[in-house]
């Protein structure tokens, strides 16, 4: 099987330096061309190849970085490149996003992301000019135009684009991917197994990048309210100054001394109203923020007009004609009758948002005569207010990106990489066996997480905790081995004390549980009983097996030791081992409180001559009722018994005892089990032949 390529190492201050020679040559790339198709007057932008290249080759956070800077740099040409900073971010994300899906792995599937890319730049970035400019200054009228021209500037970036990567030497291509190990570089399938690892709630580095965002969205928000209202309230001082100055200018331009003299002869016209009417009209004319000009003298009936200059949209007043009191003017009228000064007043009617300043003429007598009223239209405050806010919001927003994509990308190399495969590794820590247990040990040593904080801490402590616990369960393993071999020895000790009353079944105990695990090997081989035949049920008839006469001890010696056939009443008193083995068991279970191996002993000792037909003792049991270690051990017992010599026969031949055994199935045996076991006489001959090797071996010892 290959070895799988893993990703680039941590990075060393020569691929650093490697990173940052290349990405700003992407940034050259971004700025170099753009200069060229503006100086050619080209109406496209071609300013994103470099970004497509750190997005693409990088992933988010170079081509982010790479579009943003391109932006900030591009200040130097024109300050409005700084506003679209945003939509170069949107660029590289788009473009980052799609290349992990396989959109830029051939060429025809890049270009499938050019209208997608012209979405992002013609589309979006012609709203955001018409949030900035105004609707007539290129925004929904043009969006079509905007997005068809941004095609082809998508086009030729991402063709662009393809022929830049062709000619790239893989060298380079490799160390693009910006990557800040903390420990062992993981595989790309390790990193999606780790990343497959659920949680019940949201990952933490989704909660601390959820934290972020609302920390950083909520200070945009306040920073932003704060300065549209301060930029909106200096706007509006602004234009009080600018009201303030032109309702100045047009008093200078009225003799405070004609006024009443204009309205007792407006008919004739006196000489000097046609030249002050026509430099009021030059006033309006010059000034684009001056929305309407008249003088009115304030009476008690109303305003009286003076002059009052018509508009394109507007026609003034006649003059002398008495125009009534607005509403607005109720509070201020005191003043006004009285030749007062005012402050400026903002309306908001059906003549629009207007800033309408009041200025006093006097005659020479220092009377005030008549009012120069200038109405400044601050529409123009709503529109730039737009504009400031969209400013805003596009910077903020490309900035935003950029620092959320920072942060994810160190956590995920300091956070998010070592919590995963730390706990990739610990969930398949494996417990079968010494070996698979020191392995588990050596990957998780093998991960060298270098982070230098608490997670480094919690590795350390992890991998010293892993270690002492196999050498807790090494050792553990080790005692409970000779627990196990003691216990055994212990139990044929208990059988060979039964056994040394019993003169004529020596070495019975051994044989039978030779032929008990044979039995069990062979039902497992031939699928009988399989569901029943467990491992751990196999090793516990095999280590109750020299159990199951263990109730022999309560029989009398002269009734185990008669050299003849026993008499009914003696007999009766045998079988009275079985019930006497099951009260010998069930009270070491009690004692001990636990039944583990016990419970087959009990089984073993208990029903070990019941009969298949239900003719043993001593409840004869029949069939399935019986345990079936009791139907195993009723092969083996009585197969190894015609072996045997006894006070009251000779032993039978291996042919004459199989024969028995065969003859048996269905009425005093289980017949699967006893079928099994006479289908492979060579293999019970051979345990046969072992056990009697075994006999005379301990025999020579003695």
Not at 185 to 190: A, R
Not at 334 to 351: M, V, Y
Not at 555 to 563: E, F, Q, T, W
Request: with cysteine; charged share 25%; glycine share 6%.
């Amino acid at each position: 099987m290959p070895e799988e390529k893993k990703l680039p190492a941590s990075n060393s201050k020569t691929r650093i330096v490697k990173l940052i020679l290349i990405y700003m040559l992407f940034i050259f790339i971004n700025i170099s061309v753009n200069r060229i198709v503006k100086h050619f007057d080209l109406p496209l932008y071609v300013d994103s190849i470099g970004t497509l290249l750190g997005a693409v080759l990088g992933g988010y956070l170079p081509g982010i970085f790479v579009g943003y800077l391109t932006n900030i740099i591009n200040v130097t040409q024109s300050v409005e490149n700084l506003y679209y900073a945003g939509i170069s971010v949107l660029i590289a994300v788009s473009a980052s996003f799609l290349a992990r899906r396989g959109f830029y792995d051939k060429f025809w599937k890049a270009l499938l992301t050019v209208p997608f890319l012209a979405f992002c730049g013609g589309g979006v970035g012609s709203v955001l000019t018409m949030c900035i400019y105004g609707a007539e200054n290129g925004g929904f009228h043009q969006l079509g135009y905007d997005y068809a021209m941004d095609l082809l500037d998508k086009l030729i970036t991402v063709v662009g684009f393809y022929l830049i990567k062709m000619i790239m030497p893989k060298s380079v291509k490799n160390i693009l991917a910006l990557t800040d190990w903390q420990q062992t570089p993981l595989t790309k399938d390790q990193i999606k197994k780790a990343q497959k690892i659920g949680t019940r709630n949201m990952p933490l580095h989704m909660k601390l990048a959820s934290l972020i965002c609302a920390v950083m969205i909520l200070g945009a928000v306040v920073t932003t309210a704060i300065s549209f209202h301060l930029y909106r309230q200096f706007s509006v001082e602004q234009y009080m100054t600018i009201g303030r100055n032109s309702a100045e200018l047009v008093a200078k331009s009225i003799n405070g001394n004609m006024v009443n003299k204009y309205l007792e002869d407006k008919n004739t016209m006196l000489n000097g109203y046609k030249p002050a009417e026509r430099d009021l009209y030059e006033i309006l004319n010059n000034a684009d923020y001056i929305e309407y000009i008249y003088v009115y003298q304030i009476r008690e009936d109303g305003c009286h007009v003076v002059f009052d200059l018509d508009t394109p949209d507007t026609p003034g007043e006649e003059l002398g004609e008495v125009i009534p009191f607005d509403e607005s003017f109720e509070e201020v009228l005191p003043k006004l009758l009285a030749g007062e000064r005012i402050d400026p007043i903002i309306t908001n009617d059906t003549f629009g948002w207007l800033l309408s300043d009041y200025e006093p003429i006097y005659d020479t007598y220092g009377d005030c005569v008549a009012y120069a009223c200038v109405d400044i239209s601050m529409r123009d405050i709503e529109l730039n207010s737009i504009s400031f806010l969209a400013k805003i919001l596009s910077l903020y927003i490309g900035f935003f990106v950029l620092i959320l994509a920072l942060y994810l990308w160190y956590t995920e190399y300091h956070l998010t990489y070592p919590l995963d495969a730390m706990t990739f590794v610990a969930g398949e820590f494996v417990y079968n066996n010494d070996e698979t247990l020191e392995s588990s040990v050596d990957r998780m040593r093998q991960l060298k997480i270098t982070t230098g904080d608490e997670i480094e801490n919690l590795y350390n402590v992890l991998v010293k905790t892993l270690a002492d616990t196999v050498d807790h369960l090494e050792d553990v393993e080790r005692k409970g081995e000779q627990i196990e071999r003691m216990q055994s020895g212990l139990i044929y000790i208990l059988a060979d004390m039964v056994e040394s009353r019993d003169k004529c079944t020596g070495n019975h105990v051994r044989k039978t549980a030779a032929y008990v695990e044979l039995i069990m090997q062979l039902m497992k081989e031939n699928g009988i009983y399989a569901d029943e035949l467990t491992d751990e049920f196999m090793r516990d008839v095999v280590s109750s097996a020299p159990l199951h006469d263990v109730g022999k001890i309560k029989v009398s010696d002269i009734i185990l030791n008669k050299p003849g056939k026993l008499t009914d009443e003696e007999f009766a008193e045998m079988k009275t081992h079985t019930t006497a083995g099951k009260d010998i068991i069930e009270r070491a279970i009690e004692l001990s409180g636990e039944s583990g191996y016990l419970n087959e002993a009990l089984n073993l000792a208990t029903y070990h001559h019941e009969k298949w037909d239900g003719s043993g003792y001593p409840t004869g049991l029949k069939g399935d009722d019986i345990p079936l270690s009791a139907r195993i051990m009723a092969v083996s017992d009585v197969f190894d018994a015609l072996l045997s010599i006894r006070s009251y026969k000779e032993p039978f031949s291996f042919e004459k005892a199989m024969g028995i055994i065969e003859e048996g199935i269905g009425t005093h045996f289980d017949p699967q089990i006893a079928q099994v076991f006479v289908d492979n006489p060579e293999r019970v001959y051979k345990v046969a032949a072992d056990n009697r090797k075994n006999i005379e071996n301990s025999d020579l010892e003695v």
